[in-house]
């Protein structure tokens, strides 16, 4: 009995309940638009949400003392399943490519996310192109997994193909590309641009490029350019625009460039800086889509101790109880352990040596720092400027288990002065905005996707854990005690 | 027996007279579903099957064969026989290329592959450009070598094989890309309805399913390499490629194989990017009959399974009325391990005797 219950729990939730319906009756229900439903019945059935009925409750409802509900989490900004084969580097603009092509729809980074609550995420393009191709939106489970080994539906599935178009600013779209300098050479690294101005340069010539196609095509004229069709659709809003800006004046670069050819539907990834040029994107109206700048040492994109600073670490002052070194025997031992107690200069020149990760590996080798001063409160600082705001994970979820994860992203906004509605609605409602899936997922609401988490408490607290994912009426993840 | 046999068989040592039909009366022949079926007769004329009868109706000369006669198999995929490399690298797509061009019909291999009861291979251009050429059906033995010179069209959506640091594409997308392109523009007009795709991932599956998506009743398949159990799914149901394994390889991946029977899936054994031990075509459809249990899963793999993926089915690859006489005696069933050939018929005429045991 036991072994079948485990099993059950394991392998046989994603495809049996299919069909059925599903009953949830919880304490507390976040909608995911800010509103909190205290005592709530939410009735699935067919994949979709067929009844919210506040203060209602059912026989047979799936009920656990203390736990909350709230819409699935939507990733607005994350690089699952996107590796060296979805990125074209024989040219630096490459829009026509479209990412749903390529993609690992079955890497584990899935699984980690579902297991962190998230049912949704948008797949952005790599940053290794200025014009680097169109990013793409997906259930983190519930496609056809085509490893004959693996789960049925364990796949991501797509649900907006052209979700938009990636332009990146910065180091990123010049990283590894050099000049050759009287030497004949047809590597595709030997290629513009390397400089921050080559790549400015790129995306006007591309989008000119474009106004003169799309003159062309109102005057008549019979054309066809893969890569330029999709230049067009960006500049009528067909297909957002989400451009990568890490320093604060590679922001102020894509709001000029916005000024410029008029992008109805311009979206800024990471803005690590962007606090400094949060009044601008205000006033701009553009929202942003944030990724973590300190989730892990190999993509920390802010800058590493300096040596003044290590050097600080070595020598800390007193702050306190100076008398303490008058103790006897307090600092005593040292000669007796035969190493030679270190200090003053001698331990300024060792910190001096002493490995930093530079920060930023990935750019140019970590020469370059793209976020100087980044900041955890980014999100609190951009939503307190007026700027529309939601939270991705960028690489966190390659990890099985991150502290960058999306919801631990919304923890620590909530820690730096964000409020608690404010974090949820930016994996939820704010992010599917985002990722044009607005109309179907982010909230709890009648008509909506089936796609929920069932948290042991608050789920912006730091002790709660999903007790369950259901995502397309489906339970994916179970976590909850055994009786 | 043996001797006896081979006295037989010397009606058969020159070109037949064009009118006359000649009667095979062997032990035994391999039908379609891989079994034996005894007191068959084979009616062979003007190199065709003419009739296949327990009590022909045909008239002719008859010959008692001992042994089981059996299709030729056919390698559905091989670069073997061919004149040095059959890949052109200065470009990205080079869909003027063909196979048949590049052949080196003096060679010793064609001996050895009949040795090995294969009558028909199918030389590809290595798939190391994202449009390759065309594959060339090319007959081991016979006067007449090249059956086919525009067979299929050979496209690859393998990362590692057609990238380039030169000339591009540099990724999967690039590859992908550059096949839509050629779709779009109207430059694969001729191809596009005859493609075979190498394909080595879930997402290059994926790649190949979107670029075709919109063909009906196309002639495209797929050639399946690296991890086929991580993207395998993505076939049930259909017939695709399969690169020839050594016994360990196919028994590493004994589950893979299973399951993709069990979704349907058939295969056609190919020896390009494969491996290359002279019989490794019958040993990997041996293993396969093993892993599968089905005998006649097996047998297809390496005769109707690539002649159908061909679109040839009607002229090699089975015994039937029609098709090219293009047999094989065996001593015994030749999924057998202990059957060996005594001697090949190409066209009507012996291309090939073993050598007796007194010599």
Same mark, same amino acid.
């Given at each position: 009995m036991m072994i079948s219950t485990l099993l059950s729990l394991c392998f046989a939730l994603p495809m049996a309940q299919q069909s059925e319906s599903i009953s949830l009756s919880v304490d507390?229900?976040?909608?995911?638009?800010?509103d909190v439903i205290e005592n709530a019945l939410v009735v699935l059935e067919n994949g979709k949400i067929v009844s919210v009925i506040p203060g209602g409750s059912a026989a047979g409802a799936i009920h656990v003392e203390g736990a909350e509900l709230s819409p699935g989490?939507?990733?607005?900004f994350s690089f699952m399943g996107?590796?060296?084969? %979805?990125?074209?580097?024989?040219?630096?603009? %490459?829009?026509? !490519?479209?990412?749903a092509d390529s993609v &690992?729809?079955?890497?584990?980074s899935f699984g980690n996310a579902l297991h962190e609550g998230v049912t949704s995420a948008y797949l952005s393009p790599d940053?290794?192109?200025? !014009?680097g191709g169109i990013g793409t939106v997906v259930k %983190?489970?519930?496609?056809?997994?085509?490893?004959?080994?693996?789960?049925?539906?364990s796949a991501a599935r797509i !649900?907006?193909?052209?979700g938009a178009l990636k332009v990146t600013l910065g180091n990123d779209a010049s990283m590894g590309n050099f000049t050759p300098r009287g030497q004949f050479t047809r590597n595709y %690294?030997?290629?513009? #641009?390397?400089?921050r101005m080559g790549t400015v340069w790129v995306v006007r010539r591309e989008f000119y490029r474009a106004k003169a196609y799309q003159k062309a095509l109102a005057d008549g004229e019979k054309l066809y350019d893969k890569d330029l069709e999709i230049l067009v659709k960006v500049l009528e809003g067909e297909i957002p625009l989400r451009v990568q800006a890490r320093r604060s004046h590679d922001v102020q670069t894509a709001l000029r460039l916005q000024e410029e050819f008029g992008w109805p539907n311009l979206i800024i990834e990471e803005?690590?800086?962007g606090q400094e040029a949060a009044a601008e994107l205000a006033a701009a109206g553009v929202s942003v889509a944030t990724g973590p700048a300190f989730d892990s040492v190999s993509r920390a994109i802010a800058r590493g101790p300096q040596a003044s600073e290590l050097s600080f670490l070595a020598h800390p002052?007193? !702050? $306190? $109880?100076?008398?303490?070194?008058?103790?006897?025997?307090?600092?005593?031992g040292h000669e007796d352990n035969g190493l030679v107690e270190l200090s003053g200069p001698a331990l300024d020149f060792l910190v001096a040596l002493a490995p930093r990760y530079?920060? *930023?590996?990935?750019l140019n080798g970590g020469r370059f720092?793209?976020?100087?001063?980044?900041? #955890?409160?980014l999100p609190a600082l951009l939503f307190d400027a007026g700027v529309g705001l939601a939270l991705g994970s960028a690489e966190a979820h390659?990890? &099985?288990?991150?502290?960058?994860?999306l919801i631990h992203q919304a923890r620590n906004a909530v820690r730096w002065g964000m409020p608690e509605a404010d974090a949820l609605q930016a994996i939820t409602s704010r992010a599917a905005s985002l990722c044009g899936t607005a109309d179907h997922v982010g909230k709890v609401e009648?008509?909506?996707? *089936?796609d929920l988490v069932l948290w042991s408490?608050?789920?912006?607290?730091?002790?709660s854990r999903p007790l369950l994912v259901i995502l397309d009426g489906r339970i994916a993840v179970d976590n909850r005690p055994q009786q | 027996m043996i001797l006896s046999a081979t006295l037989l068989l010397s =009606?058969?040592?020159?070109?037949?007279?064009?009118q006359d039909a000649v009667i095979l009366q062997p032990d035994a022949i391999v039908t379609a579903d891989g079994s034996l079926q005894q007191g068959m007769s084979v009616v062979v004329r003007d190199g065709r099957i003419v009739e296949i009868a327990a009590e022909p109706s045909t008239a002719g000369t008859k010959v008692r064969l001992a042994g089981v006669l059996a299709p030729g198999m056919i390698d559905a995929f091989s670069g073997r026989? +061919?004149?040095?490399?059959?890949?052109?690298? /200065?470009?990205?797509?080079?869909?003027?290329?063909?196979?048949a061009d590049g052949?080196?019909? /003096?060679?010793?291999v064609w001996e050895a592959l009949m040795a090995r009861g294969v009558t028909s291979v199918h030389i590809t251009p290595? +798939?190391?450009?994202?449009? /390759?050429g065309w594959g060339a059906l090319v007959?081991?033995?016979? +006067?007449?070598?090249?059956?086919? @010179?525009?067979t299929r069209m050979i496209g690859s959506l393998v990362q590692s094989a057609v990238?380039?640091?030169?000339? @591009?594409?540099?990724?999967l997308a690039g590859a992908v890309e550059l096949l839509e392109a050629a779709f779009a523009n109207g430059?694969?007009?001729?191809?596009r309805n005859n493609m075979w795709f190498f394909v080595e991932s879930a997402e290059s599956a994926r790649a190949m399913k979107n670029l075709t998506?919109?063909?009906?009743?196309?002639n495209n398949h797929a050639i399946l390499m690296g991890e086929?159990?991580?993207?395998?799914?993505?076939?049930?149901g259909q017939l695709v490629g399969l690169p020839t394994m050594s016994y360990g390889a196919l028994a590493r991946r004994a589950a893979t194989w299973k399951l993709m029977h069990k979704a349907g899936v058939r295969f056609a054994f190919g020896t390009r990017a494969g491996n290359?031990?002279?019989?490794s075509l019958r040993t990997s459809a041996m293993a396969l009959s093993r892993f599968t249990g089905s005998a006649s899963a097996a047998w297809a793999s390496v005769t109707s399974n690539p002649a159908e993926m061909l679109g040839m089915e009607s002229e090699v690859g089975s015994l039937k009325?029609? +098709?090219?006489?293009?047999l094989v005696l065996w001593? @015994?069933? =030749?999924?057998?391990?202990t059957a060996t050939v005594t001697a090949v018929f190409i066209d009507g005429t012996t291309a090939y005797r073993a050598p007796s045991e007194e010599n």
């Open positions: 507390r229900l976040h909608v995911g638009n800010g989490l939507v990733d607005a996107v590796g060296g084969a %979805t990125m074209e580097e024989s040219r630096e603009s %490459t829009p026509s !490519i479209r990412l &690992a729809l079955d890497e584990p940053s290794l192109n200025v !014009i %983190t489970a519930g496609g056809v997994a085509t490893n004959l080994f693996a789960d049925e539906g !649900i907006n193909r052209d %690294t030997a290629r513009r #641009p390397n400089t803005a690590t800086e002052p007193a !702050i $306190c $109880c100076e008398d303490l070194h008058e103790v006897e025997g307090l600092h005593s530079g920060a *930023a590996s990935g720092s793209e976020g100087h001063s980044a900041t #955890p409160a390659d990890q &099985a288990l991150t502290e960058s994860s009648v008509g909506f996707d *089936a408490g608050n789920p912006l607290a730091s002790s | =009606p058969l040592l020159a070109p037949l007279p064009q026989g +061919a004149d040095r490399l059959l890949t052109e690298q /200065s470009l990205k797509t080079t869909p003027d290329l063909r196979a052949l080196l019909l /003096s060679s010793p290595d +798939a190391t450009n994202v449009v /390759s007959s081991t033995g016979g +006067a007449e070598r090249v059956i086919e @010179g525009k990238t380039d640091q030169r000339v @591009g594409p540099s990724s430059a694969a007009k001729e191809y998506s919109d063909l009906k009743d196309s086929v159990g991580t993207f395998g799914g993505a076939f049930a290359r031990e002279w019989d009325v029609g +098709a090219r006489a293009d001593t @015994g069933h =030749p999924l057998d391990a």
